[in-house]
């Protein structure tokens, strides 16, 4: 399995680490009604809640110009360069929303965006 391949892998389990560090010792929190208690979050713990949810929208994408680009034949190198950035960049974006960093977190987000539209256009 190449880089890129184990990076997909990376990108679909790091939303739920991130809600892993919102749930867990969250005060009152139920897993019978979880989307209840994660309405009710406060504080990092939402804003964990936040990059779980945002991680979901951007693994799609990611997957899909991970695959693309290798059908495509494109220069294997550069798609792990492209994939490993990605995912760095997404753990950055995270501890920035963790941390209540704003601006940061908006260029956190912009890089691994980047990264994911240069995986269509390498080929």
């Known amino acids: ?26 005060p009152g929190f139920s897993n019978r009604r979880v989307r209840e208690c994660q309405d009710k979050l406060e504080g990092w713990r939402k804003r964990a809640h936040w990059a779980h949810q945002n991680g979901h929208e951007a693994f799609p994408p990611f997957a899909a110009g991970v695959i693309i680009a290798h059908l495509v034949g494109a220069k294997q190198q550069t798609i792990d360069i492209l994939a490993v950035t990605f995912v ?5 974006y995270g501890i920035c929303y963790l941390t209540d960093k704003p601006t940061l977190r908006s260029l956190a987000w912009a890089v691994p965006f980047i990264s994911m539209i240069a995986l269509f256009f390498i080929g």
């Open 88 to 92: 760095v960049f997404r753990i950055v």
């Open 1 to 26: 399995m190449t880089i890129a391949y184990w990076c997909v892998f990376a990108a679909a389990i790091l939303p739920y680490i991130f809600t892993a560090i919102a749930k867990i010792g969250a």
